[in-house]
């Protein structure tokens, strides 16, 4: 097996400092270093096809990017958060702010390395052909300490990265125990809602509102959220509020338009929503256009 970490690989030096690196661990699985800092606005498309389904893991070190899947469908990925995403077959777009710099790390594990470590029945229902987000999650103290130990020893950075899947192990577990599968009429149900929610952004929000519209009570809704998208319809919507209200912003839209257009009547809740969401003022963004 080939256990040494390649150094940093530049490319693209006219765009600013892009630089990536990656080491081969046991049983396939493998980790990647990212360290991006655009001088302008950056979209990186990406077409990957693997010959079977990847789980990773994306462990958020500084910044924040966007992946916009060729069906508008965006996963962030942010500073101080894990996400975790599986996927097969993924076209779309890499998205970075002009001048900020975005650190990650990542894992990718095959379908022999997340069978060993999880199991065969809890990896097969985390695998998907398409582009799946199953985990957003903001990380504790001790992933930040093993995260500050990532250096260049190839025995260091193997045990470091098993680490970091022990300690995160549980929540994929968790994602994947006592989940009935869904039945696919109530999945297409499911998947209108989101696109109902995405088409009515501006208009209030009621549950039950959303509920009839798709044909499912209010339960099955809330509970087919929770085990199909892993989150709720509420911070489904919120999400989509803020990302859509983000992209005003950037072509020039002043912030009590943006905060109309995304369902906000008062320009100060939706500031407010913006700064907890972002960590930084929706202010700041006005009219600075293709940020990312």
Known sequence: MQNRMLHWRQHTPQLGDLRVRQLDLARGMRLVQSDYRPLAAL????????LQPQLVLTF?????????AGSGHEVAFSAGHLTVTSFQHSAGERLY???ERVQQLRLILNVASASHYFGDE?????????????L??????????????????????????LSL????????????????RLHPHTVQRLEQAREWMCKHLSQPFALSTLATAVGLSDYQLKKGFQQHFRCTPGAMLLQMRMEHAHTLLEQGFQVAQAAW???????????????????RPASAITGRKKKY
């Open 43 to 50: 979209t990186e498309s990406s077409q990957a096809v693997h």
């Open 60 to 68: 958020g070190l500084s910044g924040e990017s966007r992946f916009r």
């Open 97 to 99: 702010r002009a001048g």
């Open 122 to 134: 809890q990896a097969e229902r985390l695998f998907q052909p398409q582009l799946k987000r199953h």
């Open 136 to 161: 957003f999650s903001r990380f504790g103290h001790a992933t930040v300490a093993q995260l500050a130990q990532i250096n260049d020893d190839p025995l260091m950075l193997e045990i470091q990265a």
């Open 165 to 180: 899947l022990a300690l995160h192990r549980h929540q994929l577990q968790l994602q994947c125990s006592d989940v009935t």
């Open 261 to 279: 257009q995304v369902g906000y009547q008062h320009p100060r809740n939706f500031s407010v929503a913006f700064q907890r969401y972002f960590g």
